[in-house]
């Protein structure tokens, strides 16, 4: 069945669905209030990029601080788009007349928890680089990028199998 064929559903959202919209959307504005109160206090120079093992090995005008924020929202605004058409989504298994509610209401799931830990890895690498600029840190850690990896790619992995599972 194309995506064009397949059921176009829409998903209501359980109390757990509703949580992570809110703490998305929470996280959300916390980044834009922390970036908005703290740019004053920032040099003219900051971190603008780090490496592998979260070194600051770029910097550039404090302007730049915005920029996360900015495409923090973008992403999130266009992931919440993305999430209400999930008859477009691809998947690993055939979407049914009898399988779309399930593995629709799966896949947003997967978009909700993702769309989340997308603004907590843009929060803490503000967070971190306005700490770096001000001199109260250095970089953001050589756990940072194993730490996001896992963030991403775990539940990722979990949501598949789920996917998979839900048709056997």
Do not use: C
């Amino acid at each position: 069945m194309t995506p064009e064929e397949r059921p176009k559903l829409k998903i209501q959202l359980t109390p757990t669905d509703q949580i992570f919209e809110l703490l998305g959307w929470g996280v959300l504005l916390a980044l834009w209030v922390w970036t908005g109160t703290s740019y004053s206090s920032l040099p003219d120079s900051i971190p603008t990029h780090f490496n592998a093992a979260g070194e600051a090995d770029g910097f550039g005008r404090k302007a730049s601080i915005v920029g996360l924020p900015v495409i923090a929202t973008l992403l999130y605004i266009g992931l919440t788009l993305l999430n209400r058409v999930p008859h477009i989504f691809n998947f690993p298994t055939p979407i049914t007349q009898d399988n779309a509610l399930k593995q629709y209401t799966n896949a947003t799931r997967m978009i909700r928890y993702l769309k989340l830990i997308l603004v907590l890895v843009f929060a803490g690498i503000s967070f971190q680089t306005i700490q770096q600029a001000n001199g109260k840190a250095d970089g953001l850690g050589s756990w940072f990028l194993p730490l996001t990896l896992a963030l991403i790619f775990m539940p990722l992995i979990y949501f598949v199998i789920k996917s998979v599972q839900a048709n056997e």
